[in-house]
C-alpha cells in the first residue's frame, strides 16, 4: 500500500471514530432543548398522571411492580431515552423533555 492510500485509510478510519463521540455530543445538546412536559396543559401527561416530582404522583397506590414506589422514577424507567441529564427525552412523549425524578403511570422498571 502506498503512502497516500495509508494516509486516506487513516483518515477514513479516524472519521469513523469520530461518529459515535459526535453522536453522542449532538444528542446531548439536542435534547438539553427540548421543552419541559407541562403536566397542566399536555393532555398526555395528565392521562398518564405524570409529575416532574415522583414523590407527589401517585406512585404509592399505582402498585407498579420491580421496585419500592419510591424508588420509581424516569432515570429508571425503560421509556427514559438517555442516560444522565436531569431533563431527558422519554419514548412517550415525543419531542419533550421529562425530569429524572419524574413518574407517570405508564413507568417501567428498565431492563439490566
Ligand atoms: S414513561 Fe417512564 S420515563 Fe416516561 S414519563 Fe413515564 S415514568 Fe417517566
Redesign the pocket.
Known sequence: MNQSRRDAVKLMLGGLAAVPVMNLVGMAAAYADLPHVDPATDPMAQT?K?HHDGAESDRATAGKPGLPADEQ??AN????LADSGEWRP?S??PGKA?NEN???T???LKAG
Open positions: 398518564l405524570y422514577h424516569c424507567c425503560q421509556f427514559i422519554c412517550l412523549f421529562v419524574g413518574w407517570c405508564s413507568w417501567t
